[in-house]
T-cell receptor, first 114, second 112 residues
Framework: NAGVTQTPKFRILKIGQSMTLQCAQDMNHNYMYWYRQDPGMGLKLIYYSVGAGITDKGEVPNGYNVSRSTTEDFPLRLELAAPSQTSVYFC?????????????FGSGTRLTVV | AQSVTQLGSHVSVSEGALVLLRCNYSSSVPPYLFWYVQYPNQGLQLLLKYTSAATLVKGINGFEAEFKKSETSFHLTKPSAHMSDAAEYFCAVSESAPDMRFGAGTRLTVKP
């Protein structure tokens, strides 16, 4: 089925470790986003991309990095994991920069840093 | 900058009762407004959207929402709750991409 695919679904990291959260979409959307979801806080934008080779910071970018080498893939890198990065991470995409069509979300990655 | 406030982090209704989830927004320009639903261990799914056309918007699963500019509100309703409606619901506002702002969410419980 067409959509946004995130891997892994769950991960436990030790403090100081690093990892990459994978995100791929097959809808040919130019615009992709990474959000983190914390209980009672809604979703906060980490990074976004408006096309291959173009990325920019969102509201909470510290401790994360992204790249966008292809239209399909938008991985999120955590360097030196910290307990504050324990969260559920969602990748999303949309065909239009205004977001008027709404976002298509992946099923999320639940990350615990211990 | 735009923002969203969802009134009530948890709403409980009986099966068959009216569902009302409240959302107020702040925006300096006519916004796009959205409701998303999240089932356990899943991503968010678009329920409905307001994009400056009709003020009463109908979505999936029998939900609808009304845009009221004078009240800066976009409340979500459903006449008769079903057990399958139990989920978390998020209101979101977008003035300009990529800055879609989400509310904190309202967890809906449906009692048999």
């Amino acid at each position: 089925n067409a959509g946004v695919t995130q891997t892994p679904k769950f991960r436990i990291l030790k403090i100081g470790q690093s990892m990459t959260l994978q995100c791929a979409q097959d809808m040919n959307h130019n615009y992709m986003y990474w959000y983190r979801q914390d209980p009672g806080m809604g979703l906060k934008l980490i990074y976004y991309s408006v096309g291959a080779g173009i990325t920019d910071k969102g509201e909470v970018p510290n401790g994360y990095n992204v790249s966008r080498s292809t239209t399909e893939d938008f991985p999120l890198r955590l360097e030196l994991a910290a307990p504050s990065q324990t969260s559920v991470y969602f990748c999303a995409s949309t065909p239009d920069l205004t977001g008027v069509d709404g976002y298509t979300f992946g099923s999320g990655t639940r990350l615990t840093v211990v | 900058a735009q923002s969203v406030t969802q009134l009530g982090s948890h709403v409980s209704v009986s099966e068959g009762a009216l569902v009302l989830l409240r959302c107020n927004y702040s925006s300096s320009v006519p916004p796009y407004l959205f409701w998303y639903v999240q089932y356990p261990n899943q991503g968010l799914q678009l329920l409905l959207k307001y994009t400056s056309a009709a003020t009463l918007v109908k979505g999936i699963n029998g939900f609808e929402a009304e845009f009221k500019k004078s009240e800066t509100s976009f409340h979500l309703t459903k006449p008769s709750a079903h057990m399958s409606d139990a989920a978390e619901y998020f209101c979101a506002v977008s003035e300009s991409a990529p800055d879609m702002r989400f509310g904190a969410g309202t967890r809906l419980t449906v009692k048999p």
